[in-house]
């Protein structure tokens, strides 16, 4: 768990969760994770969540009384009702007593998208408009106050009163080395930009960006046509007519690490629920070039950090590249800010971000590494738009009208601001494809398209365990063990520097951005020997059932963490 506190908005979340969870509602589970996609103080363990709760001593009681309780909601709300919970104050509010003024309730809601983060550098006349992020038409109503009473009951003091946090976690990110500082000019020099700085307030609750840490841009690149940029918004988003307002909060990071915390530095760091699939297909694609290729372990120097991120962005990039008509020649493009805002319709949703785009040709896999090295905190520092700049790149690569000619109408950032399955196949193999089948699939005379080349890492889904898709072989068995995982919406990473087997136990790392981690997460796989009983699907762990679509009746023992559900 991180240093930050953890509010009551999370532990509420936790709560749904896991009561969703544990009565099976998958459907239900899954289209919340869309839409509350977990932030960076997500809680995953029921222990943790029954210690912030102050419940573990009558969840003790009730499992030695014979008496197990079906998910901690249900436990917290017979608590409170007997006036058995920790939680409950003397007096505490009952059925019909007056609610909490709509003023306190305000302060349970999710926090407002961030300002745009290049205002700064921009005034007058030519200042785009910044996406507002309100939700002033879904809010909803608690008639009886009983929701109310629950949050008064849980939290006395007040409804945004944080619950104190472990005191081992994740610090903010200062990169070493960076000789970039804070500026205020109005207009910044080029090749500068400014990296974030340690002790500034954390993802949930960091508000706009401080003055002077807002991303530079590069003043002498000009940006794409305005018929290109409509183009390359409408990969991104399909025929969509406005930017979900997620898009501006969970994409605005780069690729960046913990410095502090060296059992996890070979990680990729989420600040929010969205480029799960992005950053997870780079840390794989790290993990083959520093382990796999270089023989190194999990544990990590700045230098090997560096060197293996440069070397999977570069590869993700140059994999995207087609030949050019013209020059006969092999092209890539590398996707970069700059400081000219391009000319577009009236008709384009301007983001402060997509009209900003501009890039750099490169004619080999050298030329695109030289160009990101020369740009390295543009895409790595914290509050930078590197996710979103990668993405670009690849599209730029594999050609606009090649891509938007692949997606069928189809786009790579869904309405949820996640990413698509399109958006995966295209950084795994280069094309854009829907489908995790190996090939193409003749359904009753329509073709499905899947993977059209052989992917550099593993994926697996959870989808496949519950029958509504087939991984193909390509994905479940790549030349490295290293997978993508795909569970409720939410990608994470499996690597196994050991090797696998079909028949024997063997050890694996599992990694989550989004969750904070502080050690390494790591399982032993044993295929083979589970239960022949059928799986309790809401009590089981997601990576087990996840596991189990390559390993028949796989048994995972979680050897260094709680089980993660």
């Known amino acids: 768990m991180p240093e930050d506190e953890v509010s009551a908005s999370e532990v509420c979340e936790a709560l749904v969760r896991e009561y969703l969870k544990r009565h099976g509602c998958s459907d239900a ?107 002033a038409g879904n809010s909803s109503s608690d008639e009886d106050g009983v929701v109310t009473e629950m949050l008064d009951a849980a939290f006395p003091k007040s409804s945004s009163q944080p619950l104190p946090a472990p005191a081992k976690g994740w610090a903010n990110n200062e990169r070493a080395g960076s000789q970039s500082t804070a500026r205020n000019s109005a207009q910044p020099s080029a090749e500068s930009f400014v990296v974030h700085r340690a002790g500034e307030p954390d993802a949930d609750t960091r508000g706009p960006e401080p003055a002077g840490s807002m991303p530079l841009r590069i003043a002498s690149l000009e940006p794409l046509p305005a018929s290109q940029l409509v183009k390359l918004r409408q990969t991104l988003f399909g025929q969509q007519a406005f930017v979900h307002p997620e898009w501006k909060q969970a994409w605005h990071q780069g690729f960046f690490k913990c410095d502090d915390v060296n059992d996890v530095n070979f990680g990729l760091h989420q600040e929010k629920g969205g480029p799960c699939g992005v950053l997870a297909a780079v840390n794989a694609e790290m993990v083959q070039s520093a382990c796999i290729e270089r023989g190194k372990s999990l544990n990590w120097d700045s230098m090997t950090f560096r060197s293996a991120l440069l070397e999977a962005l570069s590869r993700s990039i140059w994999r995207c590249a087609k030949r050019s008509s013209s020059s006969g020649g092999t092209r890539a493009f590398v996707a970069l800010p700059c400081a000219k805002s391009a000319t577009v319709p009236a008709t384009f949703p301007r983001d402060g971000i997509l009209e900003h785009i501009g890039c750099i040709e490169a004619t080999s896999k050298d030329d695109v590494l030289k160009a990101l090295e020369n740009h390295f905190d543009i895409y790595t520092s914290r509050y930078s738009w590197g996710v979103c700049l990668l993405l670009c790149s690849c599209v730029l690569s594999r050609g606009i009208d090649h891509v938007l000619s692949a997606l069928s109408g189809n786009c790579l950032v869904d309405k949820y601001a996640t990413c698509s399955m399109d958006m995966m196949n295209l950084l795994s193999c280069g094309e854009p494809s829907p489908y995790v089948h190996d090939g193409n699939l003749d359904v009753g005379g329509m073709t499905l398209c899947g993977v059209q080349a052989k992917p550099v890492w593993g994926m697996l889904s959870l989808f496949e365990y519950y029958k509504s898709i087939e991984v193909g072989n390509s994905y479940k068995r790549p030349d490295h063990p290293i997978w993508v995982i795909n569970a409720e919406g939410h990608f994470t990473m499996l690597v196994c520097l050991g090797g696998i087997s079909e028949e024997a136990p063997f050890d694996a790392v599992w990694w989550d951005g989004l969750n904070r981690q502080d050690t390494q997460c790591k399982v032993r796989i044993s295929p083979g020997i589970g239960t022949d009983e059928e799986i309790n699907d809401s009590l089981a762990p997601p990576l087990l059932l996840v596991l189990q679509t390559r390993w028949e009746k796989a048994k995972v023992d979680w050897l260094t963490t709680d089980p993660v559900l």
């Open 29 to 135: 589970a899954s289209a919340f994770e869309r839409e509350k996609p977990r932030g960076p103080n997500a809680i995953s363990s029921r222990n943790v969540l029954l210690k912030y709760l102050q419940l573990s001593t009558a969840a003790k009681e009730r499992k030695e009384a014979g008496k197990p309780f079906g998910s901690i909601l249900e436990l917290l709300a017979e608590t409170n009702a007997k006036g058995k919970s920790g939680l409950a104050p003397t007096g505490a509010p009952t059925r019909g007593t007056q609610r909490r003024p709509s003023a306190a309730k305000a302060e349970v809601n999710p926090p407002a998208a961030h300002e745009d983060p290049w205002a700064n550098l921009r005034g007058g006349a030519g200042q785009i408009q910044s996406v507002n992020a309100t939700d």
